[in-house]
C-alpha cells in the first residue's frame, strides 16, 4: 500500500500569510494526487486535482504542485475561511489512499 | 445540482449487518464509478470501496474485503454499501463520492458498531 505522509500535523498562520502544506508518497504516485478541504462537521471539498489543476469554483488562492512521491498545497494569502483539516490522496494504485491530514489554523 | 444522500446508518452490534444506501440526481448516475469513504470520529479519512460505472468491477481495502459488497442499481441512480460481520473498527461516518476525483460528497451516514 501507498502510505502518505502530511507534514505538518498542525499549522497555525495569519491571516495573509503564505502557506505551504506538504504530502509525501511512499513511491511514486505519477501526479495522480488530490487535496481536499474538510470543514468542521462537514463532508470534504474536493480542492485541487492531479496534483494542479483546480477543482471549479475553489478560489485562485490555492494551488496545487509536485511530482514523484512530493506534493505540496499552497494558499497565496490565508482567509479565516480557510480553517479546516486538508487532506491529500492517492489514486495512482489500490488501494487508494489518503493522508492523515494538516489541521489549519489562524494565530 | 449534484446532490448525493446517504441513508441506513445507526447503532448496530458486533458481528450483524447494515446496508446503507446513496440517492444520487443531478447527473447520470450510470456514467460514474461510485466510491465509499469512511472516517472514524476525530480521525482522518479512509477509502472503502468504489465500483465502475457499470458495476462491472469493483475494489475493496483489505480490511472489508469479504465482509463489505458495494453495488449499484443505475434504473433507480442508488448506490449500496452491504456491511456484514461488523467490528467495532468499522464506526464511522461513511461517505458516498462520485469516481470522478471524488469531486461530490454526500453529507454522510454515521454508523456506529457497539454492544
Known amino acids: 500500500d501507498i502510505q502518505m505522509t502530511q507534514s505538518p500535523s498542525v499549522l497555525s498562520a495569519s491571516v495573509g500569510d503564505r502557506v505551504t502544506l506538504n504530502c509525501k508518497a511512499s513511491q511514486n504516485i505519477n501526479k495522480y494526487l488530490n487535496w481536499y478541504q474538510q470543514k468542521l462537521g462537514e463532508a470534504p471539498k474536493l480542492l485541487i486535482y492531479n496534483t494542479n489543476n483546480l477543482q471549479t469554483g475553489i478560489p485562485s488562492r490555492f494551488s496545487g504542485s509536485g511530482s514523484g512521491t512530493d506534493y505540496t498545497l499552497t494558499i497565496s494569502s490565508l482567509q479565516p475561511e480557510d480553517v479546516a483539516t486538508y487532506f491529500c490522496?492517492?489514486?495512482?494504485?489500490?488501494?487508494?489512499?489518503f493522508g492523515s491530514g494538516t489541521k489549519l489554523e489562524i494565530k | 445540482e449534484v446532490q448525493l444522500v446517504e441513508s441506513g446508518g445507526g447503532l448496530v452490534q458486533p458481528g450483524r449487518s447494515m446496508k446503507l444506501s446513496c440517492a444520487a440526481s443531478?447527473?447520470?448516475?450510470?456514467?460514474?464509478?461510485m466510491a465509499w469513504v469512511r472516517q472514524a470520529p476525530t480521525k482522518g479519512l479512509e477509502w472503502v470501496a468504489t465500483?465502475?460505472?457499470?458495476?462491472?468491477?469493483?475494489y475493496y481495502r483489505d480490511s472489508v474485503k469479504g465482509r463489505f459488497t458495494i453495488s449499484r442499481d443505475n434504473a433507480k441512480s442508488t448506490l449500496y454499501l452491504q456491511m456484514n460481520s461488523l467490528r467495532s473498527e468499522d464506526t464511522a461516518t461513511y461517505y458516498c463520492t462520485r469516481g470522478d476525483q471524488f469531486a461530490y460528497w454526500g453529507q454522510g451516514t454515521l454508523v456506529t458498531v457497539s454492544s
Open positions: 465500483i465502475s460505472y457499470d458495476g462491472s468491477s469493483t
Open positions: 490522496f492517492q489514486h495512482n494504485s489500490w488501494p487508494l489512499t
Open positions: 443531478g447527473f447520470t448516475f450510470s456514467n460514474y464509478g
